[in-house]
């Protein structure tokens, strides 16, 4: 990362000091630094833009270095944010008073140039060293839940995220609908072609699938060897059994291309959605996707390569009779 890539907030109440920052920093290539007076606009500052960087004292309005430096510290959104403070006086108190306030380094004023970049410096490295952690994070959580010979959302991300969906549908009485898919005699194109080539169709169907929804919107998990999930929120049932339609129209028309030849394929899908508005009860996630199963069960009972779908319903309560 290099000094255009790192944004600072200098927020110092002293102009002849606000100005001093800003030129040497410029001087050192920080191009991406804003400067005020108070607390308050700091913060302000912070809500509208990204501050890798935060470098504050200099009888700051509004409130203390360290009043800012805790407030700061308060806000749990976002990346972390490096806090440079410097302190007033020549005793140690400023300094512990800094740490204790959250500060990640104090410099005792007066400072000169050179002290100045070189405190700009070590905190880039940890600025740098933070970023290179997130990044690895993120890729490590985007592994953790994508199906990794198909690149669509795993189970791990399926039982994360579905029940938020299912919240979302209870709280705000909209429609969630799910389409449970299977590959039509798979195991024969693994007989036939060769594992090699079941997982280029796999590739592939799942290309097709996520690639004819909603994008940011509708969602497609691998459930199973051959079987997919996609979940369609805030659709009803015609509307999803029209896209379930559409996406079986797309596998049986479009023949499969395998290092062999073309391959012709279809595929059978099952939908179920949930009306909370219909509902006379609330129902589990559970009951929701085995009743997707079960009409995906029903189109293959009624020969393969079709659309069923029905609306979720409750179960009926389990009770004694006279």
């Excluded at 990204?50 to 004292?57: N, Q, S, T």
């Excluded at 500060?103 to 400072?111: F, R, T």
């Excluded at 290179?132 to 959580?141: A, P």
């Amino acid at each position: 990362m290099n000094e255009q890539d790192v944004s600072i907030l200098i927020a110092v109440g002293d102009s002849a000091q606000r100005g001093f920052l800003v030129k040497t920093l410029a001087r050192a290539g920080y191009r991406r630094v804003v400067a005020v007076a108070s607390g308050p606009e700091a913060l302000a500052a912070m809500e509208k833009g990204v501050f890798a960087l935060v470098i504050a004292g200099g009888r700051l309005a509004g409130m203390t270095e360290y009043d800012l430096c805790r407030a700061i510290r308060a806000r749990r959104a976002g990346a972390y944010v490096y806090i440079l403070i410097l302190a007033r006086g020549r005793c140690k108190s400023p300094v512990l008073e800094g740490l204790a306030a959250g500060a990640d380094a104090v410099l005792v004023q007066p400072v000169d140039g050179a002290e100045l970049s070189a405190s700009v410096g070590a905190a880039r490295r940890i600025i740098d060293l933070d970023r290179s952690l997130r990044m690895t994070n993120e890729e490590v959580r985007a592994l953790s839940i994508r199906d990794p010979l198909t690149g669509v959302f795993n189970r791990v991300y399926l039982m994360e995220r579905l029940p938020q969906e299912l919240k979302r549908s209870r709280r705000y009485g909209h429609p969630l609908s799910l389409i449970m898919c299977d590959i039509d005699h798979f195991k024969s194109v693994n007989d036939r072609h060769g594992h090699r080539a079941g997982d280029e169709v796999l590739r592939d169907f799942a290309c097709r699938m996520a690639g004819s929804i909603r994008v940011d919107v509708d969602w497609v998990v691998r459930y199973g060897g051959e079987e997919f999930l996609i979940v369609l929120p805030e659709t009803d049932l015609p509307p999803a059994c029209v896209v379930a339609e559409r996406l079986r129209q797309l596998v049986e028309e479009t023949p499969f291309k395998l290092k062999e030849g073309e391959s012709c394929i279809t595929a059978s899908f099952g939908v179920a959605v949930y009306q909370p508005a219909q509902q006379a009860g609330p129902i589990t996630l559970d009951q929701l996707m085995e009743q997707a199963d079960g009409c995906l069960y029903q189109a293959k009972r009624d020969g393969r390569n079709t659309v069923r779908g029905a609306a979720a319903r409750r179960p009926a309560a389990k009770g004694c009779t006279a």
